[in-house]
């Protein structure tokens, strides 16, 4: 096979390889998307399990950078579920032509620098090569699935699936006896849907969590032409708040306010729904007596939802609110009302051996016909380190980061020249909206590579010292308050052996902006160019 050379290439056709792809085009420099799927969307493409939705409301989970798209599209729900995404996502490109230079089904396995040369050569695992000068790994945070260690994970007869790599032809399960394994946000979205069908529905949960309703109903047009109308102002607004989302962050105390004031907060947010639920008061990540009075009230809503008061208290979560991420549900906890659904706590007793016919657990035989694994990702550092990268003087990013993620502002990393990453470790990412974050890096990104087109530099390179500096305030950052106390995959802590490092930046979306603003502004400080 030929060699393929471009200016850059974009591992991804995501939301970020497709609006980095855009904003090359006008300054004239050549690039080629690759993507393992057949179609744009990335999260969107494999994430097509029943009950998928985003937990963003859809008026802010969009594209800004094109005003005529951002008035034209048209979502239809409060929330928008994974098959109007991913329209939204075969919209954009075929709106600005974008599916010209993507090349699908094609998966980057290999990624090695030649310093002299200054270029990267790409190859995939079905042999298309690449040579270009710079590399942008648009692969997403949440794009690697997890498969759990369990004994006999293999031997299972009847039919399999994971949530993040859900087929692309319907699965129905009606009649089916079901099992999923999994009570994160893929299951709890998954599990009403998929009780709807099955004949038997068994849960296997091993950390019960916090869901808020979702109280999705088709989108308010007085609500849409409202945010159509001051679209621009709702944008800016967003960007000023920590997590980049257009809401209501209160600055109190839930320690400062009486029990009353509290459950009133707490009650009405709670019938507004969604992850604003979390800015009822500025404190309850800072300290753990404020996160009890959260955590307490969605524990009563679940013992007023849930009939049988032993279930009920297994769905309760111990741990503190909002260390794991906040899940927003429809239906989740009513769906163990019904007669068919049963909940199995593997807390205590794990899962003993997946078996030809199911699943073992507590000396049990539980039989199904189908197998749910809702277990979520190898997040942030999965998709990166499933490619071979390998940087200046044969430097391995596997290796390098062995024991934990190491980057600059989560857009480059020392001795890697020439390597960019949208929404990497350090960058605010998850934690955001994550459309207009990644708007944010590929702007950063584009107008880099503009800036270096202006002064005919051919290479840039993070310094050692800056990536150091930047990561050790992104660590000290995320050990203020009370985040960091609990297992998250933030920590890599769901994945077997993974190194428990904190990954995403959490010092808030407008901090990051205005420290990549100075950056900028200093000359591109922290970074060398050749
Ligand atoms: P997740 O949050 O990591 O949940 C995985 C689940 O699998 C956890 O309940 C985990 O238990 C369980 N699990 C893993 N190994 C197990 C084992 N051996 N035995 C029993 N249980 C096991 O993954 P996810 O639900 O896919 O969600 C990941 C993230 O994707 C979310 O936090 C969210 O950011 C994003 N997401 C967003 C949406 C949305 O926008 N609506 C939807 C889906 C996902 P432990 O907790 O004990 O590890």
Request: charged residues 25%; negative net charge; proline residues 5%.
């Amino acid at each position: 096979m030929s060699v393929q050379q471009f200016d850059v290439v974009i591992v991804g056709a995501g939301f970020a390889g497709m609006y980095l792809l855009h904003r090359l085009r006008p300054l004239g420099i050549s690039a080629r998307v690759v993507e393992a799927g057949t179609d744009v969307g990335g999260t969107w493409y494999w994430n097509r399990y029943p009950g998928a939705r985003v937990d963003i409301e859809s008026m802010q989970y969009s594209y800004q950078f094109d005003e005529a798209l951002q008035q034209e599209w048209r979502w239809t729900e409060k929330y928008a579920p994974q098959p109007e995404l991913l329209k939204y996502a075969r919209h954009v490109a075929d709106r600005f032509d974008l599916r010209r230079d993507i090349q699908f089904e094609t998966r980057i396995a290999s990624a090695v620098y030649d310093a002299r040369a200054q270029r990267w050569a790409l190859t995939a695992e079905d042999g298309s090569a690449f040579d270009a000068q710079f590399v942008v790994m648009a692969t997403g945070c949440l794009s690697k699935p997890n498969w759990p260690h369990i004994d006999g994970i293999g031997s299972f007869a009847g039919q399999i699936y994971h949530t993040a790599m859900w087929p692309r032809e319907t699965v129905d399960f009606t009649g089916q006896r079901v099992a999923v394994i999994g009570t994160g946000s893929s299951g709890i979205q998954s599990i009403p849907v998929i009780a709807e069908k099955a004949k038997q529905l068994t849960v296997f949960q091993r950390t019960a969590n916090y869901a808020i309703p979702a109280h999705n109903c088709p989108l308010d047009k007085d609500y849409e032409e409202w945010v159509k109308g001051h679209y621009a102002e709702f944008r800016a607004q967003a960007k000023q708040t920590p997590p980049g989302i257009y809401g209501r962050f209160r600055v109190g105390k839930a320690l400062e306010a009486t029990p009353e004031e509290r459950q009133a907060e707490y009650e009405e947010r709670w019938k507004a729904g969604g992850l604003a639920f979390m800015g009822a008061y500025g404190d309850l990540m800072l300290s753990k007596e404020a996160n009890d009075t959260a955590a307490e009230f969605v524990r009563s809503k679940i013992r007023e939802i849930v009939d049988d008061p032993a279930t009920a208290e297994s769905l309760c979560p111990k741990n503190i609110i909002g260390g794991k991420r906040l899940c927003v549900d429809t239906n989740y906890y009513a769906t163990y009302n019904k007669p068919h659904v049963r909940l199995v706590d593997v807390r205590d007793k794990p899962i003993e051996a997946i078996t030809p016919t199911g699943v073992r657990a507590h000396g049990e035989d539980f039989e199904v016909d189908a197998l749910v694994f809702a277990t979520g990702f190898d997040a942030m550092t999965g998709a990166l380190t499933a490619v071979d990268i390998r940087g200046k003087e044969d430097a391995s990013l596997r290796e390098r980061w062995a024991d934990g993620p190491i980057s600059y502002l989560g857009l480059a990393m020392a001795d890697f020249p020439n390597l960019f990453t949208v929404t990497g470790p350090g960058s605010p990412s998850v934690f955001t909206n994550m459309i207009p974050t990644i708007e944010q890096h590929v702007d950063w990104i584009t107008d880099c590579l503009a800036w270096m087109q202006d002064r005919n530099y051919t290479a840039i390179e993070a310094e050692h010292d800056a990536e150091r500096a930047w990561w050790e305030h992104h660590q000290e950052v995320a050990t203020v308050g009370i985040k960091t106390t609990t297992d998250s995959w933030y920590l890599g802590a769901n994945v077997h052996g993974k190194a428990r490092v904190f990954m995403p930046y959490y010092g808030g979306f407008p901090d990051y902006c205005r420290k990549c603003e100075e950056v900028v502004a200093d000359g591109y400080a922290g970074f060398a160019f050749g």
